[in-house]
């Protein structure tokens, strides 16, 4: 009898202590690891911990997140799946579809998400009824950086049109400057791709070809001219792109190596980390043309046991979509605030811009989400459209062949 007492009394303790005695802990996976991202996620580790927070980091390095990803496929795979991932987009629906994310409603609904986040954002946060992930940001894809003192001395204005960025680059390449710093990876391809697609085909062919994969809009001849772009800017990288980090091709544009880069303002995050002033050192502009591409940046979480795991996602979810987390982590990003009620009097003019912009956008029907950071299309159709795009820019192929591939990859992705 004794004994019967005292097991159920350590079970009721093993039943009720976890839960109330639980320390919040989390092991997060994330590809946040250039300098100006590590700043960044280094505000949420921080805020974690505050709050009584065990955090692992997972960090996999690896622009665009490619590597992550393959990591996360491996650990879901193997049944050991990390308690938060840096997830976005289609990828969200994506898993929650393999049955093996965690459901965060409770918190979205304790602090109101509903009425704080655009729909356009809440809506990739939610998974049919539920909500399965937490977003960060709102980062702008079409962007173009430039190093200030080198335009200055050339006698150059940031280009409104790609014929203006085209003459700029002629005659800075004619001066001994390299015009364009590129890293030679498929996802910073499909980055500059999108930009020239959205600026020479405008939003509604942007929207035709790269969000709902029309055929005509593929093998258009705009999507022609649009790969013949592709070709002029191949003529403006240095002989040593391949294959290189995108944060080393911003610090070619710090360092006056190079003139320009195209690149999401996560690029902002590189230079603000390095001390590097907009409108001083830098200059920030839209690529040329209508519309504004994002990207927005979350976290899902991930079924896991454990009460203490448990705790942790919802300190996290928490965490993330407050207030001051939103402000600080996003000035240091690049990026603007998810959240609707966050003020940017602090924020730098390129932020400024991007939030005007967005607002803007939306109103006038421009607003796309970036299929180049995965929030258009899911996994395989983006995939199509990228390889095609790095077979192209790293080949003689004729801009006539790559439309012609691309539509081919397209349809077999489906
Ligand atoms: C993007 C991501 C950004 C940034 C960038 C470079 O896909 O949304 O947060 O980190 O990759 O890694």
Known sequence: MRLKSVLAASVAALAFAPLAHAEPQAEVL????SGGEAKSVAVLQQEFAARGGKWTDMPVAGGGGDAAMTALRARVLSGNAPTAVQLKGPAIQEWFEEGVLADISAVA?????????PASIAGHMKCGDIWCAA???VHRVDWIWANKALLDKHGIAMPTTWDEFNAAADKLKAAGVTPLAHGGQAWQDATV????VLGLGGADFYRKALVDLDKDALTSDTMVKAFDQMRTLRGYVDANFSGREWNLATAMVMNGEAAFQIMGDWAKGEFVAAGKVPGTDFLCASTPGDGYLYNVDSFAMFKVDGADKIEGQNLLAELIVGQNF???FNMNKGSIPARTDVALDDFDACAKLSAADMGASSAGGSLLPSYAHGMALRGAQAGAITDTVTAHFNSDMSSAD???MLAEAVANSM
């Open 402 to 404: 790559a439309v012609k």
């Open 193 to 196: 791709f999108e930009t020239v």
């Open 30 to 33: 994330h590809w946040w690891t």
């Open 109 to 117: 609904d304790a602090q109101g998400w509903a009425a704080v986040l």
């Open 326 to 328: 939103q402000k600080v």
């Open 135 to 137: 977003p960060v940001n």
